[in-house]
């Protein structure tokens, strides 16, 4: 069964911490990325990556963090240097790097800090 | 700023009637994709349409783009229940990395 994965589903955190939010994904693609959406908004993308030991900043990257160790995994951190974490996480793929390839999507992660 | 602003916000209508969302941006595009997502999910990516073309079908879906006024629409004919959701359009920026830029979306709600 291919695709995406994300966990966990809802996170809920104290200020101050650190979380990380896993991405996995089966499809054999190279590219992968991170979006943050707030209620009633577009997506934002916060980083990507092109391919393994490769990435790079999005448009909101300021307080996360993420690593590209393996093709399958990309990991999202969410520093306490971010300044308002809550929102819905969302991690994609595509074959290749760009606009020119369909994304296909996990199914969130809700991010609550407490 | 966003490039892609989906209009209207929000729409509502009763299952069987067509549904029409409009995407307006604001530089030159390669390609103008739309996506789905219903409350609470991940984005599924319903069609993908270039610049060169101007209409693209995908069953009930019809997509045209006119980039002479740098808009693009996407109808839903015989709405269902089922399509309720948000619905997104995204455009592939220019210069260096080509990613992906999302609108806001609109909601539609599909009544019984």
Known sequence: DGGITQSPKYLFRKEGQNVTLSCEQNLNHDAMYWYRQDPGQGLRLIYYSQIVNDFQKGDIAEGYSVSREKKESFPLTVTSAQKNPTAFYLCASSSFAGGKDTQYFGPGTRLTVL | SQQGEEDPQALSIQEGENATMNCSYKTSINN???????????????????SNEREKHSGRLRVTLDTSK?????????????????????????????KLIFGAGTRLAVHP
């Open chain 2, 32 to 50: 103008l994709q739309w996506y789905r997502q219903n409350s609470g999910r991940g984005l599924v990516h319903l069609i993908l349409i270039r």
């Open chain 2, 70 to 98: 740098k808009s693009s629409s996407l109808l839903i004919t015989a709405s269902r229940a089922a399509d309720t959701a948000s619905y997104f359009c995204a455009t592939e920026a220019s210069g260096g990395y080509n």
